[in-house]
Structure formats: C-alpha cells, structure tokens
C-alpha cells in the first residue's frame, strides 16, 4: 500500500498500471497523486494521456487543458491538445495549440512532429 501522502509514488503507480494495461487502476492512481499535487500539471496530464489513449479524446482534452491552466509554459500540455484537436478534426485549433508548443520550445521534437502531422492531416484529407 503507497502511503498517501507520497504524490509521486501514485504517479509511479499509475505509470506502472498503464504500462500493465490496467487503466482503471492508472486513472485512480493518478487521481490520488492529483488530490496531492494540485498545481502539477503531471496528474492532469497523466490522465490526459490514458483518456487519449482509450479514444475519450473529449475527456483528454479537459485534462490537457487542466494542466496548461496549472502552468501556461507546459509544452506537452499544448502537444497534447493538439494532436485532440486533430483527433477531432479541428485543424485550426489544433494548429493554434502547437504553434503555442513551439513558441514555447522551437526545437521540440514531439513539437515539430506533430506539426508536421497536421500539416499532413490537412495537405491530404
């Protein structure tokens, strides 16, 4: 049993649910670290990635978009509702959400990619 007051060990948790293909658990390990941290954007973000994963991209993006409300200089955050927004075919928003990315980080990575996968999405319905 993790002790509650350990946020990041719930995250760790989570993490090992998820990898183990146990989202129930996941979610609610990430909720627990979430009642603990409430001004990390990685609980918010943890379950904007499992929401994402299942296909709620809906509730993903409420998720994202908790943990760029806890901290507007989060990257993932804005990656994360990007690649929503193209999910939902919303390629405007989705375009405005990675540009915010990558004026926060230009030599992102996942940044780049995923623009370049819009920008695809777009080209070539």
């Known amino acids: 049993e993790i002790n509650p007051k350990y946020a990041l060990a719930h995250i760790t948790s989570g ?3 998820g990898a183990s293909g146990k989202v129930p658990e996941a979610e609610d390990s990430y909720r627990k670290a979430d009642n603990l941290m409430h001004e990390s954007t990685l609980p918010p973000y943890c379950l904007g990635v499992i929401e994402e994963n299942q296909g709620r991209v809906r509730d993903a993006v409420l998720e994202y978009k908790r943990a760029v409300d806890r901290d507007s200089l989060f990257t993932d955050g804005y990656c994360g509702l990007a ?4 999910a939902l075919h919303d390629y405007t928003t989705a375009q405005q959400y990675i ?3 990558l004026a926060l980080d230009s030599k992102s990575a996942k940044a780049i990619e995923i623009k370049r996968r819009i920008e695809d999405a777009i080209a070539n319905p």
């Open 83 to 86: 690649v929503c927004y193209a």
């Open 99 to 101: 540009d915010k990315a």
């Open 15 to 17: 993490n090992a649910y």
